[in-house]
């Protein structure tokens, strides 16, 4: 692997539709933002030939623009398919934003792919949300490989870089973590800099020269080879550590020369089996340049080291009503199971969708049943409907090619299809499945917004339903209790992008107000009212007076009403409308507009008139007691309370307690968990708590994360429930 002479890209490097999984590859591209992942795709789409330079695609004898990463990635905060065709295989390059707000098209990509290639800066080295996605991969076994980018940079230093890959990727095996190259240094400048010119293949010892453009192989000079024998000694043993064949260490040990074919062969292996991650360099290709450096490596590795779609494991798949269902691992001949796993809208064909292919074959013009659950709470609709399919594509630039099919293991994008969301599965319409969904983060900044004018207001729930359709990772909450419109995000920059799509896609303008936590008001102690409606101003006259006294109930009891009403003083009939008056004074408040809660009312007394009583007299009588009650008693404002868990780097546990607690937060307990960190469990009021998503990653340097869940409503502090009842006043 890495190793091949003469490896040529596939012809004119155009994805076509794949006839087979063991010719497809599915992977992934990594890292934060600024690491070089966009650069990157479009270099090996150059070397692939699927470009004739940087930036331009060679289209049918035309040349049009290429600006596929750019463009549709919209600043790098979307998932983007490149599939290029390289020896044989087509190779499904999926690109993932490097912003901690975008992790749902990262979780994606994931989903999608078979492999994963971290993409890691050599001037700024490993942050903490990279460490947190080589966990996710190898929570599930997923083949991994490193490449080392900005190798121009003065600061670049490989040695050192691979180093810290191996302490941050390598906890349980810093031996499995190793390079398979060395970078190959040019003249000094006058700078004192080296640019970095080609590579040295450390297992056939052979050197591949980029520096003209092209690469070209050839012997390494005698003073070369000392450089690399100890690097080459290491990566051998690691190699051998990691083969099925258990004599192969011995007879190593013992001396014997083990030929580069068999260590190639286990090298490809242990990669495809997630036990050892190459660490590789890359640059992108100079001006006139046909190559970038270590872009031909790269594709020899995915192609040769990265494992089919033939070898993941079925999906977990079941009926829409939750019975279990076989299915074949990768099968173009079985049964329909494919996944949508994005959703986008173009304004010129509407919605459409990436899909994932894991059993059976797709095609054009079928019907297919759509099967979507468990995602309610976040504003979308269960689907259980059919829907046919449209075009099936693949991305080329700005263009999409039309595909004949679309194969188990393949990637293809399909047009119109309305209903299916990111998430959904798609199956045959005679026999419906659903696949297991796979994890989507939590959304914990809330966006209060409202239509900015009557015009944006008739559009503005199709634009929201269309916004949450493309976007798991987004729910949509229209909150009864303080009548908002909330969108919760990933962060500020996932909030910003969700306004500009509702805008410029929908053309809905919207205001961003102020998010409101949902405050409830009980009474302190004992109280009692006295509600008297009598009006006689000719014709029928209104008569009603009733006496109630309040008190307190433990939380959670909602608003209890008792009746002890002797001898008839309220008719029997009228007692309900007492109760009545009561609950609708209670839903708006005694105190400062705020659903009164947990309070125990009781009718002990009253009046009637035989002709001027009446259901709507008594109501109002009802909810006048219950404000004089309120009026002569203490009302405590009571705050939502937030059980928040923090997974935190034991190096930020400190800060991370201190900022709780200055949030008015109680730490309730602290508890190891591995890799060096804690999790930390906290009581926090809501309102404490709004833009905790962003702060905590600002806090943390993004390698925290946090989970709340609501726990109960508590009295407010008497001088911030002073200042929320200013407030109410004021408006």
């Known amino acids: 692997m890495g190793d091949k002479a003469n490896a040529h890209p596939g012809a004119a490097g155009r994805a076509t539709a794949a006839d087979h999984p063991a010719s497809v590859r599915n992977v992934v591209l990594v890292g934060h933002s600024g690491s070089g992942k966009t650069t990157l795709v479009e270099a090996l789409a150059l070397t692939a030939g699927a470009v004739n330079r940087a930036g331009r695609v060679e289209d049918g004898g035309t040349v049009s623009d290429y600006d596929e990463i750019e463009h549709r990635q919209q600043r790098s905060v979307q998932l983007s398919l490149v599939p290029v065709e390289w020896d044989g295989y087509k190779i499904n390059i999926l690109d993932t934003p490097g912003y901690a707000d975008f992790v749902g098209e990262l979780r994606a990509g994931l989903r999608a792919a078979d492999a994963a290639l971290f993409v890691v800066s050599a001037s700024d080295g490993v942050d903490g949300s990279t460490r947190m996605v080589w966990e996710e991969c190898a929570a599930v076994g997923m083949p991994r490989a490193i490449v080392v980018t900005h190798l121009e940079s003065a600061r670049a230093d490989f040695e050192e870089m691979t180093r810290i890959c191996a302490e941050a990727f390598g906890a349980d095996d810093p031996d499995?973590?190793?390079?398979?190259?060395?970078?190959?240094?040019?003249?000094?400048?006058?700078?004192?800099?080296?640019?970095?010119?080609?590579?040295?293949?450390?297992?056939?010892?052979?050197?591949?020269?980029?520096?003209?453009?092209?690469?070209?192989?050839?012997?390494?000079?005698?003073e070369q080879l000392p450089l690399i024998e100890e690097a080459r000694n290491r990566l051998i043993e690691g190699i051998i550590a990691e083969s099925e064949d258990e004599t192969l260490m011995d007879r190593y040990l013992g001396g014997e020369e083990i030929d580069l074919k068999t260590l190639v062969e286990d090298l490809e292996r242990a990669?495809?089996?997630?036990?050892?991650?190459?660490?590789?360099?890359a640059a992108p290709a100079a001006d006139g340049a046909r190559q970038g450096l270590g872009t031909v490596e790269l594709l020899e590795l995915v192609t040769g080291g990265f494992p089919t779609p033939l070898e993941r494991a079925?999906?977990?798949?079941?009926?829409?009503?939750?019975?279990?269902?076989?299915?074949?691992?990768?099968?173009?001949?079985?049964?329909?199971?494919?996944?949508?796993?994005?959703?986008?809208?173009?304004p010129y064909v509407g919605r459409v969708s990436l899909v994932r292919v894991f059993s059976g074959t797709l095609r054009p013009d079928e019907t297919?049943?759509?099967?979507?659950?468990?995602?309610?709470?976040?504003?979308?609709?269960d689907h259980d409907v059919d829907e046919r399919i449209g075009a099936l594509s693949t991305p080329f630039g700005k263009q999409q090619r039309v595909l004949s099919h679309c194969i188990a293991g393949d990637l293809a994008c399909v047009a119109k299809l309305n209903r299916a969301e990111t998430g959904d599965t798609l199956s045959a319409k005679e026999h419906p499945l659903l696949m297991e969904p796979w994890q989507m983060p939590d959304p914990l900044l809330p966006l209060a917004i409202q239509a900015h004018s009557k015009a944006d207001e008739d559009k503005l729930s199709q634009g929201l339903a269309r916004l949450v359709a493309e976007d798991p990772t987004m729910r949509l909450e229209q909150n009864q209790n303080t009548h908002q419109v909330v969108l919760w995000c990933l962060g500020e920059a996932h909030a910003d992008v969700a306004l500009e799509r509702l805008r410029s896609r929908y053309g809905v303008q919207v205001d961003v107000v102020p998010h409101k936590v949902s405050l409830r008001e009980t009474f302190a102690g004992r109280s009692g009212?006295?509600?008297?409606?009598?009006?006689?101003?000719?014709?029928?006259?209104?008569?009603?007076?009733?006496?109630?006294?309040?008190?307190?109930?433990?939380?959670?009891?909602?608003i209890e009403f008792v009746d002890k009403v002797v001898g008839g003083a309220v008719p029997r009939q009228f007692i309900p409308s007492v109760e009545k008056g009561v609950r609708a004074q209670a839903a708006k408040g005694v105190a400062a507009g705020y659903p009164l809660i947990d309070v125990r009312v009781t009718l002990l007394d009253g009046k009637a008139h035989s002709v001027d009583s009446s259901d709507a007299a008594f109501q109002t009588a009802g909810a006048l007691a219950l404000r004089e009650a309120a009026a002569d008693a203490k009302i405590h404002l009571l705050e939502p309370v937030a059980e928040v868990t923090v997974l935190v780097g034991d190096d930020y546990?400190?800060?991370?307690?201190?900022d709780l607690s200055g949030r008015r937060g109680r730490v309730v307990g602290t508890e190891q968990a591995g890799g060096g960190r804690t999790l930390v469990r906290a009581e926090v009021p809501e309102i404490e708590i709004g833009r905790y998503a962003v702060d905590l990653r600002s806090l943390s340097h993004g390698t925290a994360r946090f989970n709340r869940s609501y726990a109960r409503h508590e009295p407010m502090p008497p001088q911030v429930a002073e200042r929320i009842r200013e407030q109410a006043r004021d408006t």
């Open 529 to 558: 009212g006295r509600g008297r409606h009598v009006k006689q101003s000719g014709g029928h006259g209104q008569y009603a007076i009733c006496e109630i006294e309040v008190e307190p109930l433990p939380n959670g009891s909602g």
């Open 176 to 222: 499995a973590v190793l390079p398979l190259y060395l970078p190959l240094r040019g003249a000094e400048a006058p700078d004192g800099h080296a640019p970095v010119t080609g590579l040295i293949g450390l297992l056939s010892q052979r050197l591949f020269d980029y520096a003209s453009g092209e690469r070209k192989e050839a012997e390494p000079g005698p």
């Open 653 to 658: 546990v400190g800060p991370v307690m201190s």
């Open 314 to 346: 079925a999906p977990v798949v079941t009926t829409p009503d939750g019975a279990a269902r076989e299915v074949s691992a990768c099968d173009p001949t079985g049964p329909l199971v494919a996944e949508v796993v994005k959703t986008a809208s173009d």
């Open 271 to 281: 990669v495809a089996r997630g036990t050892f991650f190459p660490v590789l360099a």
């Open 368 to 381: 297919v049943h759509v099967s979507g659950h468990g995602l309610s709470d976040r504003g979308h609709e």
